[in-house]
T-cell receptor, first 114, second 115 residues
Framework: KQEVTQIPAALSVPEGENLVLNCSFTDSAIYNLQWFRQDPGKGLTSLLLIQSSQREQTSGRLNASLDKSSGRSTLYIAASQPGDSATYLCAVPGLFYNTDKLIFGTGTRLQVFP | ETGVTQTPRHLVMGMTNKKSLKCEQHLGHNAMYWYKQSAKKPLELMFVYNFKEQTENNSVPSRFSPECPNSSHLFLHLHTLQPEDSALYLC??????????????FGSGTRLTVV
């Protein structure tokens, strides 16, 4: 059974810092890994999708890496801003015939203060 | 907007009421999903529809009844809910349930409160 863990659970940093959010999964046989952002009480916004054959994806100040063999992904946020404050979720599709089941971590709640 | 639209954004209903949540996407996706997000819990998959056919019911109580009239619309009919059903209900879509490589697009959710 695939399990996804995210650390830290919460993070509070001053503006301008470079951040690393961690995501771990127990079974490396994944098709892809997706990072989402969720603002309080709102839906999910997709940030980056990394295919199993890729090592990293970049979008603006965000960079996500994937190491399947070790079951890890990191989301790197450069020069953090107060507008980056949100909960960040990673998710992987389920295994075998359950690929339509997206399995989420519990998220990292990020607060960036001015 | 992400391309997946959910209405209403907020809903307060009594335990004896009947209401429906609506989800609409015009991304050309063929698979649609309902997820439930309760406080301090990971998102839970409820239902999966692929080409209008229900392919997954993740042991959801019968007081939740999904409907998918076409690939662009998905409903969640609610009746005789319990206070513990209060949560954020999220709709998502993807190209195809077997094409996990394309990722998922989520709506903004409906915040449901059962009183």
């Amino acid at each position: 059974k695939q399990e996804v863990t995210q650390i830290p659970a919460a993070l509070s940093v001053p503006e301008g810092e470079n951040l690393v959010l961690n995501c771990s999964f127990t079974d490396s046989a994944i098709y892809n890994l997706q990072w989402f952002r969720q603002d309080p009480g709102k839906g999910l916004t997709s940030l980056l999708l990394i295919q199993s054959s890729q090592r990293e994806q970049t979008s603006g100040r965000l960079n996500a890496s994937l190491d399947k063999s070790s079951g890890r992904s990191t989301l790197y946020i450069a020069a953090s801003q107060p507008g980056d404050s949100a909960t960040y979720l990673c998710a992987v599709p389920g295994l075998f015939y359950n690929t339509d089941k997206l399995i989420f971590g519990t998220g990292t709640r990020l607060q960036v203060f001015p | 907007e992400t391309g997946v639209t959910q209405t209403p954004r907020h809903l307060v209903m009594g335990m004896t009421n009947k209401k429906s949540l609506k989800c609409e996407q015009h991304l050309g996706h063929n698979a649609m999903y309902w997820y439930k997000q309760s406080a301090k819990k990971p998102l839970e998959l409820m239902f999966v529809y692929n080409f209008k056919e229900q392919t997954e019911n993740n042991s959801v109580p019968s007081r939740f009844s999904p409907e998918c009239p076409n690939s662009s619309h998905l409903f969640l009919h609610l009746h005789t809910l319990q206070p513990e059903d209060s949560a954020l209900y999220l709709c998502a879509s993807s190209q195809d349930r077997t094409e996990a490589n394309y990722g998922y697009t989520f709506g903004s959710g409906t915040r449901l409160t059962v009183v």
